[in-house]
């Protein structure tokens, strides 16, 4: 019977799996390592990239109302002065007066969670941005700002889109790309660095379409979570009270996945209203709105955000997928990812080493390689490699044995059902793209 961990338990074993088989390791480990920041390897990058490109697929390939962009992660102040940045994000920080720890106190409910004490200084506002020098001088003049979101990319760009493209909207503008902060406490391994990735996507309404849309991209986005296989029961959406919205904020919605130590944010969706086309208009000097001819009409766009991070996601996704079951009276670790997300689409295993086999291997996996992610597999026992593939969620095992090279057929082994069944290598790659879906 499958069987699902809960608690600090799951998260361990996340990052083990993570660390032991090449998902992500902790950022200069050889030095010690460095907190807040984290390594892809072969299989996280390739994971990464997938949880990524399911994202521009549902948000920008399949629609005729969204368009990408890729903006600078470098920026002048008068884009956060702007946008409220250098003044709001901030963070209260307090120190905890018997160890000295720092934490940021909304999360610590009024105990240390280093040494138990409640004795705190006063909360200060701690910035989170990280600020740097652009050029060899010194100074006010060449202070940059690394982004802490993606967003405002889309808004500085609005006028350029609209150019470009001839967009009228209601119509969306995408990213994916770095953001940084300077997180007082990262933690929970992936899900809090102070490096990390977000997909984020404006979607520029008239203002009289704002709720409308506002109920629509909250349904969108919850359904895309669904979709690429997280129970519903893992999810929820959680409405924020009106008085514990952003200062840009109409209204917010978080979708919320029960994460080992609780339910936590995994994609905030706000109604932004005009304020950041006004904000950047009347401190850059240049008109962002919208001119709707048929009405002759002069306004600006209201804007919808689903703001979502790539590398929290990833760990959404692993947490959801991770299970352990027993098979043939052994207990395996199986990820069942969606297809879509997992490293690896197909691992080709030749039975044995004999030279014939494995070039025969070779030229199935040559066949499957220019459609799917394979890895190629000739070590140990092949029960072993079947087990090796679950545990890091591929969905099919293709294996080619003795018989392959009188019968030209393979056997093709699924990863949730560990059925397996023979399928001809003439017909393999349209079996394999209609088993992947
Ligand atoms: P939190 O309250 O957790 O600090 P936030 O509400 O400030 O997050 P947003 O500004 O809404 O987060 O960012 C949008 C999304 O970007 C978040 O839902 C999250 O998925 C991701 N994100 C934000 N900060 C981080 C971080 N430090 N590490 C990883 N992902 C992050």
Redesign the pocket.
């Known amino acids: 019977m499958a069987e699902h961990d809960s608690g600090d338990d799951l998260l361990e074993k996340i990052t083990n799996l993570a660390k032991r088989r090449g998902f992500f390791f902790p950022s200069a480990e050889i030095y010690g390592g460095f907190r807040s920041a984290y390594d892809y390897g072969p299989l996280g990058v390739n994971m990464l990239r997938n949880v990524k490109n399911a994202w521009w697929r549902s948000m920008v390939q399949l629609r005729d109302d969204i368009v990408g962009i890729d903006a600078a992660i470098l920026g002048p102040p008068a884009i956060w002065a702007a946008s409220g940045h250098l003044e709001t994000f901030t963070d209260p920080l307090v120190d905890c007066k018997k160890c000295k720890e720092r934490w940021r106190e909304d999360k610590i409910d009024g105990v240390c969670p280093n040494c138990g004490s409640t004795e705190f200084t006063e909360a200060r506002a701690f910035n989170l941005m990280f600020k740097t020098q652009a050029g060899p001088v010194e100074g006010e003049g060449a202070t940059a700002y690394l982004r802490p979101?993606t967003a405002q990319g889309m808004f500085t760009n609005f006028a350029n889109v609209l150019a470009t493209t001839r967009r009228k909207p209601p119509f969306g503008i995408a990213q994916i790309g770095k953001?940084f902060?300077n997180?007082i406490t990262?933690q929970n391994s992936?899900?809090?660095?102070?490096e990390?990735e977000?997909m984020e996507m404006e979607f520029f309404v008239p203002p009289a379409e704002a709720d409308t849309w506002y109920r629509y991209w909250i349904e969108t986005r919850h359904r895309w979570y669904l979709e690429l296989g997280i129970a519903p029961e893992k999810l929820r959406l959680h409405e924020h009270a009106a008085a514990d919205l952003s200062h840009y904020s109409r209204g917010t919605t978080?979708i919320e996945f029960d994460f080992p130590w609780g339910f936590?944010?995994?994609?905030?969706i706000a109604n932004r209203g005009d304020y950041d086309l006004t904000q950047h208009a009347n401190a850059s000097g240049v008109r962002l709105e919208y001119f709707d001819q048929a009405n002759n009409e002069r306004y600006v766009p209201y804007v919808i955000e689903p703001?979502?991070?790539a590398?929290?996601?990833m760990m959404a996704f692993l947490l959801a997928a991770y299970e352990e079951d027993v098979v043939e009276g052994e207990t395996r670790s199986v990820l069942r990812l969606h297809p879509r997300l997992a490293p690896y689409q197909v691992a080709v295993l030749p039975l044995s080493k004999k030279p014939d086999l494995e070039g025969l291997s070779r030229e199935v996996l040559g066949l499957l390689q220019p459609h799917v992610m394979c890895d190629f597999d000739l070590t140990q026992s092949i029960g072993r490699r079947y087990r090796r593939q679950d545990e890091i969620g591929t969905p099919l095992c293709v294996t080619i044995d003795f018989d392959s090279l009188e019968d030209r057929a393979v056997t093709v082994r699924d990863r949730d059902t560990t059925t397996q069944t023979r399928v001809a290598i003439d017909d393999l790659v349209a079996t394999v793209l209609t088993r992947l879906v």
């Open positions: 979101e953001s902060r997180e990262p992936i899900f809090r660095t102070r990390f977000q978080d936590d944010e995994l994609e905030g703001a979502a991070g590398t929290r996601a």
